[in-house]
């Protein structure tokens, strides 16, 4: 089955422990992306990966890292989480960037 | 600045009640609008994509129309089953910088039986 996967789905940390959330695609998909979904603010693109080796920041970078080592795989990573990224992300992936995206099912972050 | 700007926030219908939904854009040339319905606790699923100005998409109940400055998401004889988030989102032309997408904030529809 076609599909983005995401892990931990839920998770409760602390300010300061570094937490990395997964994504992982099967479709062979070139282009990667995560979101972040807050209410009255929407979706918000935090990072995105054309192809491997390859990412590029999008309207809310700040605090986090990501990686593309591999095709199918697209981490995101707090260093130093804050409260102020409690949200629920989302990650993304599609052939091409003008293509559509296949979602994951979420991950909600609690930064206490 | 580029952006993407749903109406209403919020729709009740009643079943079999006809409607659309709005978003509008102001992006440095369009190359794509996308439509995505979202349920609760689940992540946005693709319904349209739209490229050119006057280009139509139908799907089912759902029917998406695009020009310069808009899109319109219509719904047709909605049922429960509609309910849900509509998302618009819109692909700028930057240039060298291809992979930003813009989202709106959202529709939720609410279809009464």
């Known amino acids: 089955e076609a599909q983005v996967t995401q892990n931990p789905r839920y998770l409760i940390t602390v300010t300061g422990k570094k937490l990395t959330v997964t994504c992982s695609q099967n479709?062979?998909?070139?282009?990667m992306s995560w979101y972040r979904q807050d209410p009255g603010l929407g979706l918000r693109q935090i990072y995105y990966s054309m192809n491997v080796e390859v990412t590029d920041k999008g309207d809310v970078p700040e605090g986090y890292k990501v990686s593309r080592k591999e095709k199918r795989n697209f981490p995101l990573i707090l260093e130093s989480p804050s409260p102020n990224q409690t949200s629920l992300y989302f990650c993304a992936s599609s052939y091409y960037s003008n293509q559509p995206q296949h979602f994951g099912d979420g991950t909600r972050l609690s930064i206490l | 600045e580029d952006q993407v700007t749903q109406s209403p926030e919020a729709l009740r219908l009643q079943e079999g009640e006809s409607s659309s939904l709005n978003c509008s854009y102001t992006v440095s040339g369009l190359r794509g609008l996308f439509w995505y319905r979202q349920d609760p606790g689940k992540g946005p699923e693709f319904l349209f994509t739209l490229y050119s100005a006057g280009e139509e998409k139908e799907k089912e109940r759902l029917k998406a129309t695009l020009t310069k400055k808009e899109s319109f998401l219509h719904i047709t004889a909605p049922k429960p089953e509609d309910s849900a988030t509509y998302l618009c989102?819109?692909?700028?032309?930057?240039?060298?910088?291809?992979?930003?997408?813009?989202f709106g904030k959202g529709t939720k529809l609410s279809v009464k039986p």
């Open positions: 989102a819109s692909r700028p032309n930057y240039g060298g910088s291809q992979g930003n997408l813009i």
């Open positions: 479709m062979n998909h070139e282009y």
